[in-house]
């Protein structure tokens, strides 16, 4: 039933299946649309749409929200949008599948926009994925947290979204960790989720502030339960992103929180609920997504890591107060595509996933997850520096297909589709070619120049081992045993075809399919 008043235009839906399913033609003029159940709003969204339209209004993919709490009853669908976009909204008790071709271990959405990885824990066997996500369009907008799931941490399975935008803000990056502690009148095996309300960034919490806020599951993660009121009331500007985890030495919880500018504050609780300011920090170049964590050094001891959202690290020590650094500032990626990475809460050794800053052109989706990849500290003639290479499930996951010693040439036919990785061990630097699928890929020590398709980076020169791994359109490279490390996206997704090595002295070249 539709009522049109004032370019307003009204549509009544009972909800007698799962999903209600929206119509996104992705990247077209943005329009609000509320969603309202016995005069309460419950959801707003702003959504790309199509003004004109021949009687059948196009596009490109449903969005799905659950909607199993309001089976039975009665929706209220308003907003200025023509009347061929209410007449494509439907339920249905299935997800819409989305069959394009996307790679096969970075983790990318089903559909739609997403950025940061949020709440990584480990639990029970399964890895928890969160993600900044907004399932109704290709572009940045309606922040919510995606979730995905795996057991070894490259085949993901995009679940339920966990959370909605509210009339208090949209959903901002965050943390999870696993309740031990028994706080909160929650069980020990809960999951804690902290996030940032993000108020005056929706039409529907327009004049709130950014405040830290707290989410709950008692299911393993898959329904998230949002407590009412602040974690940690709104302090200045747009605070965000709090990380969160605890604190042996000290007997507390920790959370690192983003204020402004290159401005960091550190705050304790002992019971999640009432959190001190122990520090601000001002650390050069480096903003939003921080995480503190104590990384192990190659041979014995660790050191304290603070992160930022473009891989600027700082070495230091932490005594649950106050972190101390030198300040000087460390880089952990060669090129810009890997941003805001985050460190898992439960697992054993200290691994991070970033998210990589890709087009996808072409596709429904925008947006993937980088290969996660464990962090130690490794001596070098400069210091302590970064290695990130592959979890070991990566490792346990190569099958062997070439193996070439030697010089000259290397040839390998992919036939199937797949994820391949190249390793060459020069005995001495030397040039080498790769060419991956009609895509060239070159070094040259003497410069220390690193050519992948158009894009030129500095790798530094005389290196002599690299690893260099294709999914599709995604190219992560790594040399000298993982402390250089830099992604690249290419114009193609082919995941099969030639591949050829071509070394100028002596190597061990290792070709590898990836299951």
Same mark, same amino acid.
């Given at each position: 039933?539709?009522?049109?008043?004032?370019?307003?235009?009204?549509?009544?839906?009972?909800?007698?299946?799962?999903?209600?399913?929206?119509?996104?033609?992705?990247?077209?003029?943005?329009?609000?649309?509320?969603?309202?159940?016995?005069?309460?709003?419950?959801?707003?969204?702003?959504?790309?749409?199509?003004?004109?339209?021949?009687?059948?209004?196009?596009?490109?993919?449903?969005?799905?929200?659950?909607?199993?709490?309001?089976?039975?009853?009665?929706?209220?669908?308003?907003?200025?949008?023509?009347?061929?976009?209410?007449?494509?909204? /439907?339920?249905?008790?299935?997800?819409?599948?989305?069959?394009?071709?996307?790679?096969?271990? =970075?983790?990318?959405?089903?559909?739609?926009?997403?950025?940061?990885?949020?709440?990584?824990?480990?639990?029970?066997?399964?890895?928890?994925?969160?993600?900044?996500?907004?399932?109704?369009?290709?572009?940045?907008?309606?922040?919510?947290?995606?979730?995905?799931?795996?057991?070894?941490?490259?085949?993901?399975?995009?679940?339920?979204?966990?959370?909605?935008?509210?009339?208090?803000?949209?959903?901002?990056?965050?943390? $999870?960790?696993?309740?031990?502690?028994? &706080?909160?009148? &929650?069980?020990?095996?809960?999951?804690?989720?902290?996030?940032?309300?993000?108020?005056?960034?929706?039409?529907?919490?327009?004049?709130?502030?950014?405040?830290?806020?707290?989410?709950?599951?008692?299911?393993?993660?898959?329904?998230?339960?949002?407590?009412?009121?602040?974690?940690? !009331? =709104?302090?200045?500007?747009?605070?965000?992103?709090?990380?969160?985890?605890?604190?042996?030495?000290?007997?507390?919880?920790?959370?690192?929180?983003?204020?402004?500018?290159?401005?960091?504050?550190?705050?304790?609780?002992?019971? &999640?609920?009432?959190?001190?300011?122990?520090?601000?920090?001002?650390?050069?170049? /480096?903003?939003?997504?921080?995480?503190?964590?104590?990384?192990?050094?190659? $041979?014995?001891?660790?050191?304290?890591?603070?992160?930022?959202?473009?891989?600027?690290?700082?070495?230091?020590?932490?005594?649950?107060?106050?972190?101390?650094?030198?300040?000087?500032?460390?880089?952990?990626?060669?090129?810009?595509?890997?941003?805001?990475?985050?460190?898992?809460?439960?697992?054993?050794?200290?691994?991070?996933?970033?998210?990589?800053?890709?087009?996808?052109?072409?596709?429904?989706?925008?947006?993937?997850?980088?290969?996660?990849?464990?962090?130690?500290?490794?001596?070098?003639?400069?210091?302590?520096?970064?290695?990130?290479?592959?979890?070991?499930?990566?490792?346990?996951?190569?099958?062997?297909?070439?193996?070439?010693?030697?010089?000259?040439?290397?040839?390998?036919?992919?036939?199937?589709?797949?994820?391949?990785?190249?390793?060459? =061990?020069?005995?001495?630097?030397?040039?080498?070619?790769?060419?991956?699928?009609?895509?060239?890929?070159?070094?040259?020590?003497?410069?220390? !120049?690193?050519?992948?398709?158009?894009?030129?980076?500095?790798?530094?020169?005389? &290196?002599?081992?690299?690893?260099?791994?294709?999914?599709?359109?995604?190219?992560?490279?790594?040399?000298?045993?993982?402390?250089?490390?830099?992604?690249?996206?290419?114009?193609?997704?082919?995941?099969?075809?030639?591949?050829?090595?071509?070394? $100028?002295?002596?190597?061990?070249?290792?070709?590898?399919?990836?299951?």
């Amino acid at each position: 039933m539709f009522f049109l008043r004032r370019q307003e235009m009204k549509k009544y839906i009972t909800i007698d299946k799962k999903y209600l399913l929206i119509p996104v033609c992705a990247e077209k003029e943005l329009k609000t649309i509320s969603i309202s159940c016995q005069g309460e709003k419950i959801y707003e969204f702003n959504v790309p749409v199509k003004e004109k339209s021949d009687g059948h209004y196009g596009f490109h993919y449903y969005a799905p929200v659950n909607m199993e709490e309001y089976k039975g009853k009665t929706l209220l669908i308003e907003g200025s949008i023509p009347k061929a976009f209410m007449d494509a909204i /439907s339920l249905s008790d299935t997800v819409p599948e989305n069959l394009q071709s996307r790679p096969l271990l =970075h983790f990318a959405p089903r559909t739609g926009w997403m950025n940061d990885p949020n709440g990584l824990l480990y639990k029970d066997g399964i890895y928890h994925l969160y993600f900044q996500y907004n399932p109704f369009d290709t572009r940045w907008e309606n922040m919510c947290w995606g979730h995905a799931v795996s057991k070894d941490l490259l085949h993901w399975e995009q679940k339920e979204t966990a959370l909605y935008p509210d009339s208090d803000g949209v959903m901002y990056s965050g943390s $999870g960790i696993v309740n031990e502690q028994g &706080l909160l009148g &929650l069980p020990e095996d809960a999951h804690i989720y902290f996030y940032t309300c993000a108020g005056n960034k929706s039409k529907w919490s327009l004049g709130k502030t950014f405040n830290q806020r707290i989410a709950y599951s008692t299911d393993g993660g898959n329904t998230l339960v949002k407590l009412e009121g602040n974690a940690v !009331k =709104h302090i200045s500007g747009e605070n965000r992103d709090p990380k969160v985890y605890w604190h042996e030495e000290s007997k507390a919880y920790i959370m690192v929180l983003y204020m402004k500018d290159n401005e960091f504050m550190i705050l304790r609780s002992k019971d &999640l609920k009432n959190w001190k300011k122990t520090q601000i920090l001002t650390l050069k170049d /480096s903003w939003e997504c921080p995480d503190l964590r104590r990384i192990p050094v190659e $041979g014995g001891g660790e050191k304290w890591v603070f992160w930022s959202a473009d891989g600027y690290y700082f070495l230091g020590e932490f005594d649950g107060y106050e972190f101390k650094t030198d300040g000087v500032k460390l880089e952990a990626y060669r090129t810009k595509i890997p941003y805001a990475a985050q460190t898992f809460w439960g697992t054993e050794d200290v691994i991070t996933i970033p998210w990589l800053r890709t087009k996808n052109k072409g596709k429904l989706y925008t947006g993937v997850m980088g290969i996660p990849r464990k962090l130690i500290l490794a001596e070098t003639p400069e210091g302590l520096r970064l290695r990130q290479n592959p979890v070991e499930e990566f490792r346990k996951a190569r099958v062997s297909v070439s193996v070439s010693q030697g010089e000259g040439k290397v040839f390998y036919m992919m036939q199937k589709a797949g994820v391949v990785e190249i390793t060459v =061990h020069m005995q001495s630097p030397c040039d080498f070619v790769v060419n991956l699928y009609g895509t060239s890929i070159t070094y040259i020590p003497s410069c220390g !120049k690193m050519n992948v398709g158009k894009e030129t980076v500095q790798f530094g020169k005389e &290196l002599n081992d690299f690893s260099i791994i294709a999914d599709g359109e995604i190219v992560e490279i790594t040399a000298d045993n993982g402390l250089v490390y830099a992604v690249f996206e290419m114009e193609s997704d082919s995941k099969s075809g030639n591949v050829t090595v071509d070394i $100028g002295g002596k190597a061990y070249v290792d070709i590898y399919r990836v299951e």
